[in-house]
């Protein structure tokens, strides 16, 4: 089974650096485009469901390819594809972390997978739930392809998983889509350079 990682669009919190976990504001505008670029790659690759974290922007998101797409198309939501729980420390930026929470922000930052912000989740948790979620669409064996309309921390952390990197090693922008085979552990971003105009 093939899925396609698309972080959502961009949101007014983004732009300003501020961590967003479970806090659940809609997209800025203007993404239309940023996000209807990737239809004609999806529709050349078959997708053939749709499923989102249940957050407003991966559902805004999601609105705006179903638009394009065939709206036949079945549409899930699942939790486990929402983005880290930052506790506390949800609407902070790094800067405000760094002079109010300094030593609990840089435990953090160098273990993310055993340390957690406060009333939050670590960064293990997340692994365990996204992990939870592929293995039982590949134990499902349909052989389709699947949109998951997600956040950057899971597709991060799934790419670290594969890669062997840091968690910090790749950025994922608003918009990134990437390509995922679960069972041969194989995921890459997708270039703008495979999009053909249908």
Aim: hydrophobic residues 35%; proline residues 4%; glycine residues 8%.
């Amino acid at each position: 089974m093939d899925f396609y990682l698309l972080r959502h669009g961009r949101t007014k919190w983004n732009e300003k650096g501020i961590l967003l976990g479970n806090s659940d504001p809609s997209l800025s505008d203007h993404n239309d485009v940023e996000i209807r670029k990737w239809v004609p790659f999806l529709q050349q690759h078959r997708v053939d469901m749709m499923v989102h974290s249940g957050m407003k922007r991966t559902i805004e998101t999601m609105q705006i390819i179903r638009k394009q797409l065939n709206t036949n198309i079945p549409i899930m939501q699942d939790e486990r594809l929402k983005e880290l729980n930052f506790g506390d420390w949800e609407l902070k930026d790094y800067d405000w972390l760094y002079q109010n929470q300094q030593e609990l922000f840089i435990k953090w930052l160098h273990d993310p997978e055993q340390n957690s912000p406060p009333n939050g989740e670590t960064l293990h948790q997340l692994k365990t739930r996204i992990v939870s979620f592929l293995d039982e669409w590949v134990g499902k064996n349909l052989g389709q392809s699947m949109l998951v309309i997600t956040h950057g921390g899971p597709i991060r952390a799934l790419y670290s998983m594969i890669h062997h990197t840091s968690f910090y090693e790749i950025n994922v922008r608003p918009g990134a889509l990437f390509y995922l085979n679960w069972q041969n552990k194989e995921m890459r971003e997708v270039g703008e350079g495979e999009i053909e105009d249908g």
